[in-house]
């Protein structure tokens, strides 16, 4: 897929690398010029990725669109470099169940209830494991299956971040010292034939760079995968692109529309966090402090998603300054503040009740009533209390007209929120669409109505549900065939609903 033409005057370089050396146009996109290393990257299958590479001052390497992208279009695919299990829990070491402690390999007496590619890499060398945190367990097998890749794989593994600096001073010391005796000294003594500062480069990679995923189709996502291309993009808390996995290979979408030379970004944290929880994690685990547009909001850009009420007034606690994580909480009404150690305890005890809340429909519209008293109507927990709630009542099995309406009303509620710090196509946004559509549904067949008002809402039905399919693009391929067959039954005819007069109207 390169053409031969050298370009010699003002020679470009590679979209990836960066390189001059023998880089050649892209035939088949014409504004893409690789090097022949990186040309997979490029053109992986049949599609040329829409993405470059370049350097910002601050930042290192990010990634930004090579041309104008529309939403839902693959801007990234890559392949897991390697995939380990990351739960605290006994799994097996191939595909991640979990099972008890008697079911072991022969060849080195570690978990495993099946066969496979991926624990040939640690069998033999890890005989003699004496640590008992299964988290230093499962990083040394990380580290020792990231050296067993491909020299290619490799070469890209080795430009990421492992941010080694930072977690061997102060502000990572504790963390880094159950590494370095449970994982880096394990390993050398266990025989592994690389030096001390290769395996905390790899230690430190993994750290900084894993996401979470399954070992197998449809397994529990209690893994941790190292994707090096998708590692280059950076992070923030209103992104423009959504990931999803499946047989460790990745698929990168954008969420909106894009245009060339904007930079591609997706959330390290779940967005629908408020900064409370949500931005503890940055200076912690990747060693920066975020300072996005919506972080430097009190409001969160209006989303209010860790706003408290005042014990005073009743009127908005918001913290005086959102960058500063001390900052003091102060009402917008009356004045009164409350230091940052409070707010988080406030919103830990919140997260409390929604934890225990009994899964009832009774009992999550009570908690709902109790956290308005506590926090403001759009707050996180809030927010996560009504996407249950929307969901309960659809296995409830009271669906009277009153508990449909209440559901829309809910997802409603919620999208609107949401769309405010995580706008464009996601699969939260599929959720709650496909649910109001399926409700919605449910009421025209329960209704009495005139044939031309069936009509239009079974439109609107059909909109939503159009909106619904994009969202599925962020899902796995068998989840997009199965709704992909429900619409299809829907519009080939198999919902039936009644008009006024009695009559029976298919939809066509």
């Not at 801007?75 to 380990?84: G, K, P, S, Y």
């Not at 909106?256 to 591609?264: C, R």
Request: glycine content about 6%; proline content about 4%.
């Amino acid at each position: 897929a390169l053409s031969k033409e050298k370009h010699i005057m003002s020679p470009p370089n590679c979209f990836y690398c960066g390189s001059t050396h023998l880089v050649y146009k892209c035939k088949d996109c014409e504004y893409t010029f690789s090097c022949e290393k990186h040309l997979k990257i490029h053109r992986p299958s049949e599609s040329c990725l829409p993405f470059r590479v370049v350097y910002k001052e601050g930042k290192g390497r990010c990634a930004v669109a090579a041309r104008d992208i529309l939403a839902c279009e693959t801007v990234i695919e890559d392949n897991a470099a390697m995939i380990a299990p990351a739960s605290g829990l006994s799994v097996c070491l191939e595909c991640f169940h979990p099972v008890s402690m008697d079911i072991k390999c022969e060849g080195c007496s570690f978990p495993l209830c099946c066969e496979g590619p991926r624990h040939k890499a640690e069998c033999g060398l890890m005989a003699r494991w004496t640590g008992e945190r299964a988290a230093s367990l499962y990083l040394s097998v990380a580290v020792l299956r990231l050296l067993d890749v491909d020299p290619g794989t490799l070469e890209l593994v080795d430009t990421l971040m492992d941010h080694l600096e930072e977690r061997k001073c102060e502000a990572g010391q504790e963390d880094w010292e159950h590494v370095d005796n449970d994982v880096i000294k394990y390993l050398i003594k266990s025989g592994v034939k690389h030096t001390e500062a290769i395996l905390e480069h790899y230690a430190g990679i993994i750290l900084t760079n894993g996401v979470s995923c399954s070992a197998v189709k449809g397994g529990p996502e209690n893994g941790i995968g190292l994707f090096p291309v998708f590692s280059i993009l950076s992070h923030s808390c209103v992104a423009n692109t959504r990931h999803f996995i499946e047989d460790g290979h990745m698929v990168v979408k954008a969420t909106v529309p894009l245009k060339a030379g904007q930079e591609l970004f997706t959330p390290y944290k779940n967005p629908e966090l408020g900064s409370v929880s949500r931005r503890l994690h940055f200076p912690t685990t990747w060693f920066f402090d975020c300072t996005c547009e919506r972080c430097s909001d009190p409001t969160e850009l209006g989303s209010f998603l860790s706003a408290l009420n005042c014990e005073e007034c009743d009127e908005v606690m918001l913290p005086s300054h959102a960058l500063e994580y001390s900052s003091p909480w102060v009402c917008a009404g009356c004045s009164f503040s409350i230091s940052s150690t409070e707010a988080m305890s406030r919103t830990v005890r919140l997260y409390k009740m929604l934890v225990s809340c009994p899964q009832t429909c009774q009992s999550m519209e009570h908690l709902l009533v109790q956290l308005l008293e506590l926090a403001h109507p759009q707050h996180y927990i809030t927010m996560q209390a009504k996407i249950a709630l929307a969901v309960m009542y659809n296995k409830s099995g009271q669906e009277t007209l009153a508990n449909m309406e209440r559901k829309i009303s809910l997802c409603e509620d919620v999208l609107g929120v949401l769309g405010k710090v995580d706008p464009g196509y996601s699969r939260r946004r599929g959720q709650l669409m496909e649910e109001m559509a399926k409700t919605k549904l449910d009421i025209l067949t329960r209704q009495e109505m005139p044939k031309l008002y069936l009509m239009l809402e079974l439109k609107n039905v059909m909109k939503l549900l159009r909106e619904v399919s994009k969202c599925k693009q962020f899902a796995s391929r068998e989840a997009q065939d199965r709704f992909a067959m429900q619409v299809e039954n829907i519009s080939s005819g198999s919902v039936r609903v009644e008009g006024r007069l009695g009559h029976t109207f298919t939809y066509v």
